[in-house]
């Protein structure tokens, strides 16, 4: 077990993974070159370097939306009689409410102060992904939106990364998720490349030799999920390395992981 408790190892089937947490990456303003960033910290991180085969590099949604300028100052919007009335209801900003409606490709709840809507990204989330949390300076008063395409700020980390290192390293751009029946969120993939989101194991035999007619692990968020256990939530680090991972390799989409509308049983 690493000694380290900001660098969790997670043992599984026989196997073993690892993840490390990135150091030294300052405070993500728009504009700034976040994959450059991205490869100094991996050359200052011990135990990074060199980079492995079965390595993922996971980058949360935060630091990606604030380097492309996904932000949106609060004291520039109007808010609708709708989300005033809603706000006041249940003590939330409505500015914020304001910014997560104009965002939402559909409304799928709004009720008991929670928001849920279906994204341009076909995501269904709270709030539409927009996040007042961990903003440093501009905390109180400004949010972060989506990435517009995860998929092509994942491929461009991955690009830098393969640039300066010489090994193609699949990218997982992550964010925190509710999940229906259950308390808590838990990290996902919201764009990815260099891997498929999911691997598929309807066909093949489990452990008694009997042929799986279901099983399909959602291995992006798995790994998403994993690398959040070494980040944490206040800690100020946004990326890690998980190795040992070894998902497998591919030019996916985070579409490719979604579900279709007629599959969903809770509409």
């Known amino acids: 077990m690493n000694g380290n408790p900001a660098n969790p ?7 073993r993974i690892s993840v490390i947490a990135l150091e030294g990456l300052p405070e993500i303003r728009p504009g700034d070159n ?8 991996m050359r200052d991180t011990a135990g990074v370097l060199p980079l492995a085969e079965d390595d993922v590099f996971v980058v949360t949604q935060k630091v990606v939306s604030k380097a492309e300028g996904a932000v949106v100052d609060l004291t520039t919007v109007e808010p609708r009689p709708e989300a005033v009335a809603f706000a006041a209801r249940w003590d939330r900003d409505p500015r914020q409410l304001e910014v997560v409606l104009r965002e939402a490709r559909r409304v799928v709840r709004m009720a008991n102060g929670v928001l849920i809507t279906e994204t341009s990204h076909g995501f269904v989330c709270a709030n539409g992904g927009v996040d007042a949390s961990n903003l440093g300076p501009g905390s109180g008063h400004v949010v972060t939106l989506l990435p517009v395409d995860p998929d092509a700020s994942a491929a461009r980390i991955r690009a830098a990364v393969l640039s300066a290192f010489g090994v193609d390293v699949p990218v997982i751009v992550s964010d925190s998720f ?6 808590g969120i838990v990290d996902v993939a919201i764009g990815i490349s260099g891997m498929l989101p999911l691997d598929d194991m309807r066909g093949r ?13 959602a291995t992006a968020d798995e790994i998403a999920s994993a690398a959040e ?6 800690a100020r680090q946004p990326a890690a390395i ?3 991972a070894n998902p497998t390799r591919g030019e ?10 007629e599959f969903d049983l809770f509409q």
Do not use: F, N, Q, Y
């Open 229 to 234: 256990l070494a980040l944490g939530k206040t």
């Open 9 to 15: 190892e997670v043992h599984s089937g026989g196997g």
């Open 252 to 261: 996916g989409r985070i579409a490719d992981g979604l579900m279709p509308r």
């Open 205 to 217: 035999p489990d452990a008694d030799g009997r042929i799986m007619r279901s099983t399909v692990r």
């Open 34 to 41: 976040l994959a450059a960033l991205l490869v100094g910290a």
């Open 242 to 244: 998980v190795r040992g």
């Open 178 to 183: 509710g999940r229906p029946w259950r308390w």
